[in-house]
C-alpha cells in the first residue's frame, strides 16, 4: 500500500543512516507475481480499504542550506488504487520544494508493468524485492524491505544514478483491521538536498468519501 507519496509521504529510511539495501544472491530471482506468497499477500492487503484520511505530523530538519527545522500538519489522503494527496494546514514555500522530494510510491499491484522485480534476500524475518526501473530516469533502482509475517512495507531505498538516495523505514499500527502506517523516520541523500525527517499519522478516518479533486496537482 503506497501510503506516502503524496507528501514524499514522506513516503520515510533508515534514520539518517545509509541506505537500507540488501546482501545480493549471486543472481537475483525474478519475482513471479502468480506464485510468491509474500507477494500475493502484499497485493490482498487491506482488501476492504477503499479510502481514507488522516491527521499527519512533519518534522524535517534540513542538513544542506537553509539549515532550518521546520515542522509541518496537515491531511492526508488515500483512495484506492492508488491515489494519494497531503494538504498543509500551511503551506511555506519550503513544504511545496519537499513535496517534490520524494518519489512517487506505487502499490504492488502495479510493480510488473513499471519495473523488473527481483527477490534480492528472505532472511530475518523479512525480505527485500529490488525494483529496476523500465523507463530510463534518475532512479537506478528501488529496494522494498517486507516484513514476511504480515506483508506490511516496513522500509523503502531509492537509489539514484547521481549516487544520491532516499530512504525510510515505517511502523504500522491496526485500524479496524488495516494496517496502516503509524511513524516513519526518513533520510534524504541528494546532491542539493539532505534532510532527516519524521512523522505521524493519527485520527485515521476510513472508507469516507473523497473528491478526485483533493488528488489534483496544485
Not at 513535496?99 to 534480492?120: C, G
Not at 532516499?166 to 526518513?186: A, E
Request: overall charge neutral; glycine content about 4%.
Amino acid at each position: 500500500m503506497k501510503i506516502l507519496s503524496a507528501l514524499v509521504l514522506c513516503a520515510g529510511a533508515a534514520f539518517a543512516a545509509a541506505p537500507v539495501t540488501a546482501d545480493a544472491p549471486a543472481s537475483p530471482v525474478p519475482l513471479d507475481a502468480s506464485s510468491n506468497a509474500l507477494f500475493k499477500r502484499m497485493v490482498a492487503l487491506n482488501s476492504a480499504l477503499r479510502t481514507y484520511k488522516a491527521t499527519i505530523h512533519l518534522d524535517v530538519a534540513l542538513k544542506s542550506f537553509p539549515f532550518v527545522s521546520p515542522s509541518l500538519d496537515g491531511t492526508a489522503y488515500y483512495k484506492r488504487p492508488d491515489k494519494e494527496a497531503v494538504v498543509f494546514d500551511t503551506v511555506p514555500a519550503l513544504a511545496s520544494q519537499f513535496k517534490k522530494v520524494y518519489p512517487k510510491i506505487e502499490p504492488p499491484a502495479e510493480w510488473h508493468a513499471l519495473y523488473d522485480a527481483y527477490v534480492m534476500a528472505d532472511t530475518g524475518g523479512s525480505t527485500v524485492f529490488r525494483l529496476v526501473p523500465k523507463k530510463n530516469g534518475r532512479v537506478d533502482h528501488l529496494d522494498v524491505k517486507v516484513d514476511d509475517a504480515n506483508a506490511t512495507i516496513v522500509g523503502y531505498t531509492w537509489t539514484y544514478k547521481d549516487g544520491g538516495f532516499v530512504s525510510f523505514d515505517q511502523t504500522f499500527k491496526s485500524v479496524d483491521g488495516n494496517f496502516l502506517v503509524d511513524k516513519q523516520s526518513g533520510h534524504v541523500e541528494l546532491p542539493s538536498y539532505k534532510a532527516d525527517v519524521t512523522s505521524q499519522f493519527s485520527n485515521y478516518k476510513l472508507n469516507v468519501a473523497i473528491a478526485d479533486s483533493v488528488f489534483e496537482q496544485k
